[in-house]
Antibody, heavy 114, light 107 residues
Framework: EVQLVESGGGLVQPGRSLKLSCAAS????????MAWVRQTPTKGLEWVAS????????YYRDSVKGRFTISRDNAKNTQYLQMDSLRSEDTATYYC???????WGQGTLVTVSS | DIQMTQSPSLLSASVGDRVTINCKAS??????LNWYQQKLGEAPKLLIY???NLQTGIPSRFSGSGSGTDYTLTISSLQPEDFGTYFC?????????FGSGTKLEIK
């Protein structure tokens, strides 16, 4: 059974950093691209970033380029989202997803507030 | 960026009704269109991928169609458990984008 389990969310002040992790199981992790998607009540669902199977190719939405970094460790079956210079508008539930977005984690809440 | 315009935003229907939800892309997305159902407090659940392919385990009352810029999700006979919010999602080109959602209420 495919499982994706996010961790690392929490309350953080504006301008600070946070790193999310997504532990994968139930499939051959290195064979799949991975992604992060976030959701807020006001903006809905937003794709945030994606990474290729080997990690050599990464893609970001414009609003997080230069602040967020997606990465993966295929030996640990884990992907990451390093979030720097956080803003209040980054407040959301962050989901880990496997390409082609058939499988999602349960989400982790990130709140950016002073 | 490709804009996904989803309609209606709110839909109220009765058990047994045939329901359709539409998604219009601002440019051709080559059938790279998924449909999701989401219930409160849960992650989105894939129903249909690449326009018309039923995800494993999803009831056959769900179907999808479309091409180019126009796509439709159909529920042939609405069941009580079908309440929730439905989203379309294009994965044809970066940045990947979602529709704004259709909240489906059961009368």
């Amino acid at each position: 059974e495919v499982q994706l389990v996010e961790s690392g969310g929490g309350l953080v002040q504006p301008g600070r950093s946070l790193k999310l992790s997504c532990a994968a199981s139930g499939f051959t992790f290195s064979n799949y691209g991975m992604a992060w998607v976030r959701q807020t009540p006001t903006k809905g669902l937003e794709w945030v970033a994606s990474i290729s199977t080997g990690g050599g190719n990464t893609y970001y939405r414009d609003s997080v380029k230069g602040r967020f970094t997606i990465s993966r460790d295929n030996a640990k079956n884990t992907q990451y989202l390093q979030m720097d210079s956080l803003r209040s508008e980054d407040t959301a539930t962050y989901y880990c997803a496997r390409h082609q977005f058939a499988y999602w984690g349960q989400g982790t809440l990130v709140t950016v507030s002073s | 960026d490709i804009q996904m315009t989803q309609s209606p935003s709110l839909l109220s229907a009765s058990v047994g009704d045939r329901v359709t939800i539409n998604c219009k892309a601002s440019q051709n997305i080559n059938k790279y269109l998924n449909w999701y159902q989401q219930k409160l407090g849960e992650a989105p659940k894939l129903l249909i991928y690449n326009t018309n392919n039923l995800q494993t385990g999803i009831p056959s009352r769900f179907s999808g169609s479309g091409s180019g810029t126009d796509y439709t999700l159909t529920i042939s006979s609405l069941q009580p458990e079908d309440f929730g919010t439905y989203f379309c999602f294009q994965h044809n080109s970066w940045p990947l984008t979602f529709g704004s959602g259709t909240k489906l209420e059961i009368k």
